[in-house]
Structures are given as structure tokens and as C-alpha cells.
């Protein structure tokens, strides 16, 4: 009954700057870490950046310098700030949360459905 729905997805030129945002819903006790990853045209899906429920981050080297995760734990929401993108950059991102729904139970793993970054070259 927990839903992860990405928005923000679209065309950009290199260089330029994109940020895609994910909103969780349903039925939730609390949210641990939550991340970004992204799939490629013929590559596997690989992790962009991950968040902590504190806060601490950490990216893939790929994007370090340019891209910049952020959430806020009150709306349940993250955001992936993108910049001077890559034609490289192009992929379906897809939002991930380790979610809880009851005081009792244990987290687990939830993934949107994607939303697709298209960057020109």
C-alpha cells in the first residue's frame, strides 16, 4: 500500500540543469534511507545518490560535483537536483525508499515507476 511516484523528467541540452523529485504515499510508519538510480540504454541499473533519514549522502563518483540529493522527512519527499549534465546522463531514474508501515514491521524495499532524462548533445 506504499507508492513511490517520480515527476520532473524530460529533454535538456548538455549543460544545462534538470531536478526530478519523488513523492512517497500510503500507508507509512516511518521512511529510512532513500536514493536515486538510474538505467541506461543497455546498462544495468546502477545507484546516482543516496540519502540518509539524517541527512548523510553519498553519490556516485560519476556525478559528484554536479548532482545533489535532498529530502524532507515532514512531506516525505526527495529531490535530485541535476546539473551541467552529460549526454552520459541520459536514463529512467527511479526513486527507491526504505519504508516501514507499522511500528512492528520491518523495512523494506519500494521503487517508483521512473521518469526519463533525455540530455543532448
Known amino acids: 500500500q506504499v507508492q513511490l511516484v517520480e515527476s520532473g523528467g524530460g529533454l535538456v541540452q548538455a549543460g544545462g540543469s534538470l531536478r526530478v523529485s519523488c513523492v512517497v504515499s500510503?500507508?507509512?510508519?516511518?521512511?529510512?534511507?532513500m536514493g536515486w538510480y538510474r538505467q541506461a540504454p543497455g546498462k544495468q541499473r546502477e545507484l546516482v545518490a543516496r540519502?540518509?533519514?539524517?541527512?548523510?549522502?553519498n553519490y556516485a563518483d560519476s556525478v559528484k560535483g554536479r548532482f545533489t540529493i535532498s529530502r524532507d522527512n515532514a512531506k516525505n519527499t526527495m529531490t535530485l537536483q541535476m546539473d551541467i549534465l552529460k549526454p552520459e546522463d541520459t536514463a529512467v531514474y527511479y526513486c527507491?525508499?526504505?519504508?516501514?508501515?507499522?511500528?512492528?514491521?520491518?523495512?523494506?524495499?519500494?521503487w517508483g515507476q521512473g521518469t526519463l532524462v533525455t540530455v543532448s548533445s
Open positions: 500510503g500507508s507509512i510508519f516511518s521512511i529510512s534511507a
Open positions: 527507491n525508499a526504505e519504508v516501514a508501515t507499522t511500528k512492528w514491521s520491518s523495512y523494506l524495499e519500494v
Open positions: 540519502i540518509t533519514r539524517g541527512g548523510s549522502t
